[in-house]
């Protein structure tokens, strides 16, 4: 019993393995096919989830801009003369007003 050592615990390895019994078509040709299944199977969930992926970055960025505090920022533009703003045209006669 402990005379065997590590040599009795893996089988025989030689020439009269897998060449003397030939190739095993069936299992070769089984497996291929449980791995196109699989294939076909997982490139449409690729293409489903791709997007999500692709769009990590900008989500990421818009969750990060909900966080910043707002600051206001104000219009720097200075109005030379009153005449620059448009005067609201009277309408008396309820008519519509056309700009040309």
Known sequence: MFGRGIAGLFPRIGMGGAIGRGINWMGLLN????T???INQAIPLYNQ?????????TMLKIA?????????????T???DNKSELSKPTNSLNRPVFFL
């Open 31 to 34: 497996g291929a096919g449980r």
């Open 36 to 38: 196109i299944g699989f």
């Open 78 to 80: 200075k109005n030379l």
């Open 64 to 76: 990060g801009s909900l966080n910043e505090p707002q600051t206001n920022k104000t219009n720097n």
């Open 49 to 57: 989830v791709r997007p999500w992926f692709s769009n990590a970055k």
